[in-house]
T-cell receptor
Framework: DTAVSQTPKYLVTQMGNDKSIKCEQNLGHDTMYWYKQDSKKFLKIMFSYNNKELIINETVPNRFSPKSPDKAHLNLHINSLELGDSAVYFC??????????????FGEGSRLTVL | GENVEQHPSTLSVQEGDSAVIKCTYSDSASNYFPWYKQELGKGPQLIIDIRSNVGEKKDQRIAVTLNKTAKHFSLHITETQPEDSAVYFCAASMKTDKLIFGTGTRLQVFP
């Protein structure tokens, strides 16, 4: 039933480890996103994909690598985790491409804690 | 640059009072302005949006106004209820095809 689902919901790991977060949407949308929300609640776009093609790649360290095997899935892999990577990561989807395309549907977030 | 400023960062009101949150944006090409509500432990959810060809839009107790000349837009919640307590984000579309979010307002409605 869930429109945008991401796993895991919580992730606690040590510095230097590699981890992945998975996201799936069943809305039939063409565009998917990863947003990072820090401890001050700021929401910043990291990546967007449209039909498996990378569209937006913000100034994110290349330790972060998104992968979209099909338009319903967008995963986020993070190498060599650092303390500053601790945040809540939100996956989202929208019907079309572009900032004015309409509603973004967000997942419930994945809280990453790096110790 | 691509910037959306949002004020206030926290807002406390008594149940039944009105709440107003204001945002300004930098990109004169911005044409879409949504507002999202984020409850504790959840992802943001769209509550209302407005496009640049409209000056005001209302949906029950929620209204949004847009002043394109001044690059301001505001969210108005009337007759606030405790369940309105959440973090609210404004956002604006940019000519780079991104949606940029404001810094958020934590609204607390006291019974």
């Amino acid at each position: 039933d869930t429109a945008v689902s991401q796993t895991p919901k919580y992730l606690v790991t040590q510095m230097g480890n590699d981890k992945s977060i998975k996201c799936e949407q069943n809305l039939g949308h063409d565009t998917m996103y990863w947003y990072k929300q820090d401890s001050k609640k700021f929401l910043k776009i990291m990546f967007s994909y449209n039909n498996k093609e990378l569209i937006i790649n913000e100034t994110v360290p290349n330790r972060f690598s998104p992968k979209s095997p099909d338009k319903a899935h967008l995963n986020l892999h993070i190498n060599s985790l650092e303390l500053g990577d601790s945040a809540v990561y939100f996956c989202a989807s929208s019907l079309g491409l572009g900032g004015d395309t309409g509603e973004l549907f967000f997942g419930e977030g994945s809280r990453l804690t790096v110790l | 640059g691509e910037n959306v400023e949002q004020h206030p960062s926290t807002l406390s009101v008594q149940e039944g009072d009105s709440a107003v949150i204001k945002c300004t944006y930098s990109d004169s090409a911005s044409n879409y302005f949504p507002w999202y509500k984020q409850e504790l432990g959840k992802g943001p959810q769209l509550i209302i949006d407005i496009r640049s060809n409209v000056g005001e839009k209302k949906d029950q107790r929620i209204a949004v106004t847009l002043n394109k000349t001044a690059k301001h837009f505001s969210l108005h919640i009337t007759e606030t209820q405790p369940e309105d307590s959440a973090v609210y984000f404004c956002a604006a579309s940019m000519k780079t095809d991104k949606l940029i979010f404001g810094t958020g307002t934590r609204l607390q409605v006291f019974p």
